[in-house]
């Protein structure tokens, strides 16, 4: 971990070229919060809300027909299952799997002591320093992409990092899918939002890595909300057939704001997460026994002023770890948190939240995160400098999880003390000497100057050495290499589907 | 603690006068990173430290008698001690103790799972969005006690919030006690950088608190740095007679910079940091048994480009987490981190790294954390905006610390689940009004309205938003109480001790 972490800032300075950055394999010990009373609390209020409240899966009697034949008890359009018997479905999920990317050096694993970061996905909106905010469109979508692609502590690109809304809302997914495939080589996700895109999405995939690969890996995935309270509607059931039923994977992810989708308590909220994920984690089983799932995880406070969503605050921390833990006893790979604000701006604020969040999650063991960079405005917004920022302090989590403490004899420097004397110093002892090019994480974003060079420079904020920043990237991008068959195949697709699929703007 | 945090809140907004907040009393549990392998191999670094290395007691004749008479072997000056002696005289201070306000409702409890915050300590600068960047003056100084005192989430007003630069040097100690001593009611520090200073401090909170209070009592400390590597001057050793010589408290900080003052290690800089510190609570409890004693730990990193040191980096996060789990296997109260920085403004870098800085502090069970508000630019100057920043984001901290996850019969809300129906929504159910006003840590400074109302409002940043707060407050000021015949001995005594003592500039 060491080594790569290094050769990953070496890469990162010489050129733009993505360095291989596959994913953070912890060495930090997870940090439980629940004593065993309170772990078996909410297990137990986990089963009850599965066994005796149940959860309405509606809008796709597909999906009924599916819990029917497996065995489930259904009222109406609500799925109460024996917890045992769910808890024996998840158990089918592996732990961990690979998600394979085409450049086999930024295959993913996903659960256990695996921790993958992917940025913001879904804000309408973008904002940057030169041109203010602003409806996303395709030009911001693909350089916001590239920057993924580029940036080495992005392990994933997620998929809709920004709404391009200058795309016809039905073919949107195609060109999506289509630019994450031929600007990055990292994994990515797949659309959700309707039976057909996903489909679409996962044809793609077949198109890209081959039926081969695709029949024995995971390949691509989709995220998908839950309508919580304990409503999974067709948008995630079809998600899900579609997916888990090509054995690829799936993040289910209740997004629960306490007090509005659950009730206003971080343990009533954490478990009735747990119970609509489990349930969901369960019907992916019965489709396809061994489909990789995803347990997500969405929990945010409110402001009591406005009852807007706040991020960063006390209760979705606790919430992180609270979740972190419950997800191990589960058995199942989990998503949480993120960098996470409400504010407008890539100030203190967003600087604040963003930070609390994502210590938490990165410690909660959060295996895969969306929004780890980029997300403002309670999600409306993607910030260019904000993506930068974010994944910059990135780089710091990965070596707190990667490298934990160094307990080596040569973390100990005992010949340094036989060298420097009572009210030395280091710098020239050899021990340093041998060391120090390695020691320190070299964030490229935080300025260390006095203020006397700092002035000199500029006096520019974070924000503004972002934007310089992304724009030099930029400048340096070269796309990964793809097979021009492939692409060809790739866009022969997309336009056949864009004159199969009347244009529609919602 | 859930109590106290809203009436925290509540009376904030009412009005400024500094309502009760003595300390954080931890529910949550500890975060160990280490496994017992890793300890007893920083253990055993620190005991051979102790033992084979030694520490320089420097240009203090006095400690030198003081350590040959406990029995200590000396070598020069460098004391080497067997570790198993160091320790039983370490068990002799405290594991927890309390530092006693002028008004009891503040007194602060130090050790143990409690928690105290207090504000930066030593910067010769001071910023405002309204004056720049400026020396510390006197005025200034009272402004930022006054804040210190009035901010619920500070419990302690340390001593040097900055630099007064207008008042002489050699007095400048007295009209700091002084005003400590009087603008605010929560307790405080007392000088360390000459003995005769120190003195004085003591003499003051004599005079402050009665000679019978100070008999029982802690009433004052000291916090000192050791000269590191493996260095203790007299200024350390003097501090601790004067202050553990009347039963009073102090904090021994080793200050390393990994690479310079220490290893370019982590490991190895914190086995030093215990190994100076614990031969320095030896010493005290020789002086005097059972004097109340905080093992300090202030340890960086730094930039590779300049060997500028850096903050809120994982090395020293690692550190916090390290440096917690060795202090309570030690049995001593522990002071590390803070809200550390090396931004020259209240930007986004200053928020992440005070963030990460302090969220870490906060999980390693810091006790008593200087530096929790208002530190920028690597210690050299204070912020008036970033204290009160800070000083908000650390109303999270005391939440997740103080409740962690409530698992009370009514946190899980069952009610609200036989009342909502799937996809429904809890904002009107039973559960939620009885629980809204309390759920949620309501933040003074996070701004979570939508960009409409944002902009409306005049689209401010955090910093400016901190701006018109700490200018709120102190036009709301009040001092509180004191009797004036003790104010008049306080007064008498600063002004005899002026005359005394020769202005000096340096």
């Not at 990317?101 to 295959?107: E, L, M, T």
């Not at 809709?160 to 289509?178: F, G, K």
């Not at 704001?257 to 009735?272: E, F, N, W």
């Not at 097979?483 to 790739?490: H, M, P, R, V």
Request: aromatic share 8%.
């Amino acid at each position: 971990m060491a080594r790569r972490a290094r050769s990953r800032r070496t890469t990162e300075t010489e050129a733009f070229v993505a360095p291989a950055s596959p994913h953070v394999q912890r060495r930090l010990p997870f940090y439980d919060i629940l004593d065993e009373e309170a772990v078996v609390k909410l297990e137990t209020q986990v089963d009850w809300i599965m066994q005796e409240i149940g959860i309405a899966f509606r809008d796709d009697p597909e999906a009924l027909r599916i819990w029917k034949e497996a065995g489930a008890q259904i009222e109406g359009d609500i799925v109460k299952a024996p917890a045992d018997w769910i808890r024996s479905l998840c158990a089918k999920a592996p732990r961990e799997f690979t998600q394979v990317a085409r450049n086999p050096a930024r295959n993913v694993t996903i659960g256990g002591t695996n921790q993958v970061f992917a940025p913001i996905y879904g804000a309408p909106f973008v904002r940057d320093v030169g041109c203010g905010r602003r409806y996303g469109d395709m030009e911001s979508f693909e350089k916001l992409v590239k920057l993924a692609y580029m940036h080495p502590n992005l392990h994933h690109t997620g998929l809709v990092i920004c709404e391009p809304c200058d795309v016809p809302v039905s073919h949107r997914h195609l060109d999506m899918v289509y630019t994450h495939m031929t600007r990055s080589d990292k994994p990515h996700l797949g659309a959700i939002t309707e039976m057909s895109r996903a489909q679409d999405s996962v044809d793609m995939a077949e198109i890209l890595h081959g039926k081969d690969v695709m029949d024995e890996h995971c390949v691509i995935m989709g995220n998908v909300n839950t309508n919580s309270p304990l409503l999974v509607d067709r948008v995630v059931t079809e998600a899900i057939r579609v997916y888990c039923g090509r054995g690829q994977g799936i993040v289910v992810v209740p997004f629960i704001l306490s007090g509005a989708m659950g009730p206003v308590s971080t343990a009533a909220s954490v478990t009735q997460a747990m119970a609509e994920a489990m349930m969901c984690c369960a019907f992916a089983q019965v489709v396809r026994p061994g489909a990789p799932f995803i347990l997500g995880n969405f929990l945010s406070s409110m402001s009591l002023k406005s009852g807007a969503p706040t991020f960063g605050m006390p209760e979705p921390v606790i919430s992180n770890y609270a979740i972190g833990q419950m997800a191990r006893r589960a058995g199942l790979p989990l998503r949480c948190g993120g960098s996470l604000t409400a504010s407008k701006i890539e100030d203190a604020q967003a600087a604040y939240e963003s930070a609390d969040s994502m210590h938490s999650t990165m410690l909660a063991g959060a295996n895969f995160v969306l929004h780890s960079a980029g997300w403002m405005e309670g999600g409306l917004c993607t910030g260019f400098e904000k993506l930068i920022m974010d994944a910059d302090r990135l780089g710091s989590y990965q070596k707190v999880l990667g490298e934990g403490l160094d307990i080596s004899d040569e973390a100990f420097a005992r010949d340094a003390y036989e060298e420097v004397d009572p009210g030395g110093h280091f710098l020239g002892s050899a021990h340093t000497m041998r060391n120090y090019t390695t020691a320190f994480y070299e964030p490229a974003l935080s300025d260390s100057e006095n203020v006397e060079s700092w002035e000199e420079g500029g006096s520019k904020d974070m924000r503004q050495r972002a934007y310089e920043k992304w724009n030099a990237m930029l400048n340096q991008y070269e796309a990964p290499k793809l097979d021009e068959a492939k692409d060809e195949e790739l866009r022969d697709y997309v336009a056949r589907r864009k004159s199969e699929i009347p244009e529609a703007w919602y």
